[in-house]
């Protein structure tokens, strides 16, 4: 059904390039190469700020100014159709670490203390997510309360005998249904932005906030000026 789903997306979104041929604009759209993707932004946070962008494509640049090596952007030449995302936090010991973990709250044996409290008030509890593409605004505000999960087995204290890890299911927790889909294009100027009602009260270097789109893929599908 997704992918049906995606099928139409693309079908309206391109329907006026073929002068309203609908048979023709059908056929391009059977002829796009289709499957299931992501798409992983970062951007660093801090205590100065209460407003993070992220990158969408390679020439685009987040708010750190820096694209990180673990993040995987959309091509200029192909669109996502989105049918959910997440968004995490992580500690990392620099731009270019590779071996963190994502999050899904502030674990304070993850995070400093005083960084684990900002992050599950200031930024879980009160932040939102919005989204631009060209100006126009498409997701006005969705809480990051959605994303925040704090599982019922949790890590106590380092890891080792009688403290297990944080118990998480990567495919489901820190995900959210993006209804109606999103379509993400490449080659237009798309801005997904967290705001905070402040900036955060403790961040220590190299926290980071990553969001994850999910959704299928339509390779070949803008044309890139």
Same mark, same amino acid.
């Given at each position: 059904m997704s992918f049906d789903v995606a099928k139409r997306l693309l079908f309206d979104a391109w329907i006026g390039t073929f002068n309203n041929n609908a048979a023709e604009c059908q056929r391009w759209v059977?002829?796009?190469? #289709?499957?299931?993707?992501?798409? $992983?932004? =970062?951007?660093?946070?801090?205590?100065?700020?209460? $407003?993070?962008?992220?990158?969408?494509?390679?020439?685009?640049?987040?708010?750190?100014?820096?694209?990180?090596?673990? =993040?995987? $952007?959309l091509m200029l030449q192909d669109s996502l159709i989105v049918s959910e %995302?997440?968004?995490?936090?992580? !500690?990392?010991?620099?731009?270019? +670490?590779?071996?963190?973990t994502l999050e899904t709250y502030g674990n304070p044996n993850i995070f400093a203390a005083a960084d684990a409290a900002a /992050?599950?008030?200031?930024f879980y509890s009160n932040g939102y997510f919005t989204t631009k593409v060209n100006n126009d605004v498409v997701i006005p505000y969705r809480g990051l309360f959605n994303h925040w999960y704090k599982? !019922?087995? !949790? !890590?106590? @204290?380092?890891?080792?005998?009688?403290?297990?890890? +944080?118990? #998480? $299911?990567? @495919?489901? +927790?820190?995900?959210?249904?993006?209804?109606?889909? /999103? /379509? /993400?294009?490449?080659?237009?100027?798309y801005i997904p932005e967290i705001v905070l009602p402040s900036s #955060?009260?403790? @961040?220590?270097?190299?926290?980071? @906030?990553? #969001?994850? %789109?999910?959704?299928v893929l339509a390779q070949n599908s803008t044309v890139v000026n």
């Open positions: 059977n002829n796009r190469k #289709l499957s299931q993707h992501e798409i $992983r932004l =970062e951007v660093g946070l801090n205590t100065i700020n209460n $407003r993070f962008v992220f990158g969408v494509t390679p020439n685009q640049f987040n708010s750190s100014n820096i694209t990180f090596p673990t =993040e995987n $952007r %995302y997440g968004l995490f936090v992580a !500690q990392t010991t620099g731009s270019t +670490d590779t071996a963190f /992050l599950n008030s200031t599982p !019922q087995t !949790q !890590q106590t @204290a380092p890891l080792g005998p009688g403290s297990p890890q +944080d118990q #998480l $299911r990567g @495919a489901e +927790d820190g995900f959210i249904t993006q209804e109606p889909n /999103l /379509l /993400l294009i490449g080659s237009k100027n #955060l009260a403790s @961040a220590s270097s190299n926290i980071r @906030a990553i #969001l994850i %789109y999910k959704g």
